[in-house]
Structure formats: C-alpha cells, structure tokens
C-alpha cells in the first residue's frame, strides 16, 4: 500500500503519478464504452421517435368521420298521361257551331269556302261531319241561293275531336252559283250583293255571317 502512495524509482514522482492517473482514465474510458455497449445506453430510434413530444389526445381536434354521399335519386317529374278523346257522339246539344267565310267580299261567279267550327260546351265528344248531320246554307233575304242540302257531295265525310276551349273545323267549298234540287249543273251565278252564310249541324244553327259578291 505504501507503494502505491509513495512511488518508488529513479524517476520523480510527479512521472509515476501521471502514469497512474493516464491508467485510470484509459481504464474509465474502457469502462465506460462497455456499459455503453451492453448496458442500452444508446438511444433506440423507435424509443427516440417515441419519447418526442406527443399530441395532447384531450387538445387535439376530433376527427370527423367521412362518409361518401350515396347517389341520391333525383325524383323525376310526373309523366303526364294524354287521355284519350271520350268515343262520345257529339249531339247538337253537345256543341257551339261557327261558320265564317274566307273572305268578306268576292267576285260573282268565283269560288268561295265556309269554314264551319265547332266547339264543346262541356264534355269532350266526337262530331261525325257529313251531309246528313251538316248543312250550309247561303241566302240573299228570303231568297234561298245555294245549299248543302241539295249539294251534298259539298261535305266531306269526317269525324272531328271536340273538346271545350278548342275549336275543330272543317271547310265546305261554294261555287259561287245557286244549287236546286239535285244540284244539277249549269246554275246561275250568284249575282252582285249581300249575302248572308249559316251552318246547323244536328239542329244546332249558327249566327249567320254577312259576306259581299261584287
């Protein structure tokens, strides 16, 4: 023991004092590194990782589910359905009847059409337009000068749709004679003046319209 506190040699003290004291810190050092090494005094990465500063659960922000929206089906309008026409005969009671002609003033002797309108006056029915339920009629006063009465051939055979608000037509053409019985051909022409139109259909008659032959 005495040796270690008194160094014994040629050589002085303060040299064997620095050598033991090199000894004991390369002794240290050695010692050291292996509990280093063995001991798990190196961080782990993972452990590092884990040890940084973590998120406050309590502070952070609620994590709001996300949903995809399902397809939602747009309802489509409804598909109005077109009823079809009531198979109602039309009576004269059933319709309003109009006759106009197509122009207010002609020449004597030229051709002239009437169209004839009919209109519901309440349910939709059906008008079968023929010489037996129609007549169009021309007068001059009390003179009879032309009618479907005698030229049926006049009208033709049809079948109209006639519904409230919506007037269905049909034309009869005039020669611009006068007719008879028979409807024989070569009759006068229908001589300059006033002359006045009407139409009945199924004993329903118009109000007469006024037209000129020049």
Known sequence: MSSLLRPVGHLP????????GLVLAVLALLL????????GGGEDPQNTAATGPQQDPVSAPPVTPTTTPSATRT??????????????????????VDVLPAARK??????????????????ECKATVDSGALSVTVLSGNDLIWTTTHCGQAIQRTTLV??????????????????????????PV??????????EFDDRTSTAQAFQVA
């Not at 050291?32 to 001991?39: N, T």
């Not at 598909?79 to 004269?92: A, F, I, L, S």
């Not at 007719?179 to 009759?187: A, D, E, N, V």
């Not at 229908?190 to 139409?199: D, E, M, R, S």
């Open 13 to 20: 003290a303060s040299v064997y004092w620095f050598r033991r």
């Open 75 to 96: 309802p489509s309008a409804p598909v109005k359905k077109t009823t079809p026409p009531r198979d109602t005969r039309c009576e004269g009671s059933d319709v309003r």
């Open 190 to 199: 229908a001589k300059p003046g006033t002359y006045l139109v009407k139409a």
């Open 106 to 123: 002609v020449v004597s002797g030229s051709a002239l059409n009437f169209v004839v309108r009919l209109e519901a006056v309440s349910d």
């Open 162 to 187: 006639v519904a409230k608000g919506k007037q269905s037509a049909t034309t009869v053409p005039w020669n611009g004679r006068r007719s008879g019985p028979g409807c024989l051909p070569g009759q």
């Open 32 to 39: 050291f590194l292996v509990l280093r090494l063995f001991g």
